[in-house]
């Protein structure tokens, strides 16, 4: 009897569960997230966002603890430069591309995450940080999205005429990715929890949604339910016994 397709995709991954549940025993949390073409989450269709709002090591660690983001990665956009740099950026915006499951978490919502996380009314920079690439920047895929970021601008101007919004609303053009090092940066920062998960190589922390997670803990920038959450599986594993330090 020929298996439907939907039903041997099923059967393969209930494989896959049933040896990551035994590897995960001796490799603490970094198993799942290593076989992430099985993960049923990447199988689903994603979507993608992308905002600026200051620092991207900052901000893309607002965005990767959110539950429905899948991955983050930070970049630049908004300029006319072509291939810009970190030390040369001209007129782009320091940006976080965020991909995220529709069906666990809305591009609304995102948006709300958006405004309580930077001041939109500061001019010519953000917090500590002065310079244009540090401004405040909704980018747009579609007509819908375009109309939901109207919709919150003007929610969020509303809430005082002491000052304007600064933040533009625009489609996106060309998202030039930054260089290694500022990806995930809050958590490579964090020599423990780099460890934790088996000190992934650069590539695999730019796909890893368990890195955009611990990036956001790092910085201590997650909900405080999901921050706390994570202090109790780290405490867990750490009185486990893992890592395990066999000699010395
Ligand atoms: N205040 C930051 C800005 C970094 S950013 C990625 C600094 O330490 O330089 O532009």
Redesign the pocket.
């Known amino acids: 009897m020929e298996l439907p397709r939907g039903g041997l995709v099923f059967l393969l991954w209930s494989i896959a569960l049933f040896f990551a549940s035994l590897a995960n025993r001796a490799v603490g949390i970094r198993f799942p997230d290593r076989i992430p073409e099985l993960t049923p989450t990447s199988q689903r269709p994603l979507r993608t966002a992308v905002f600026a709002l200051g620092?991207?090591?900052r901000s893309e660690a607002v965005f990767g603890c959110l539950p429905g983001v899948i991955r983050t990665s930070v970049g630049y956009a908004a300029g006319s430069k072509t291939n810009p740099e970190y030390r040369n950026l001209g007129d782009h915006a320091?940006c976080v591309r965020v991909e995220y499951d529709p069906k666990l978490i809305q591009f609304k919502q995102l948006l709300d995450v958006f405004w309580s996380s930077h001041d939109s009314r500061q001019v010519f920079g953000q917090g500590?940080?002065v310079g244009d690439?540090?401004r405040s920047i909704i980018f747009t895929n579609q007509t819908q999205e375009a109309r939901l970021a109207a919709v919150s601008k003007e929610r969020e101007q509303a809430k005082s005429r002491s000052s304007l919004v600064t933040t533009e609303i625009q489609q996106l053009g060309v998202f030039y990715p930054a260089e290694a090092e500022?990806q995930k940066?809050e958590l490579k920062r964090n020599r423990f929890l780099l460890q934790l998960i088996g000190n992934m190589p650069d590539e695999e922390l730019m796909t890893s949604s368990l890195a955009a997670k611990l990036n956001g803990y790092a910085a201590e920038l997650c909900p405080t339910i999901i921050q706390r959450k994570i202090d109790a599986k780290i405490d867990e594993i750490v009185k486990n016994g893992w890592p395990v330090l066999r000699e010395i």
Do not use: I, L
């Open positions: 620092s991207f090591w320091e500590p940080d690439q540090y500022h940066f």
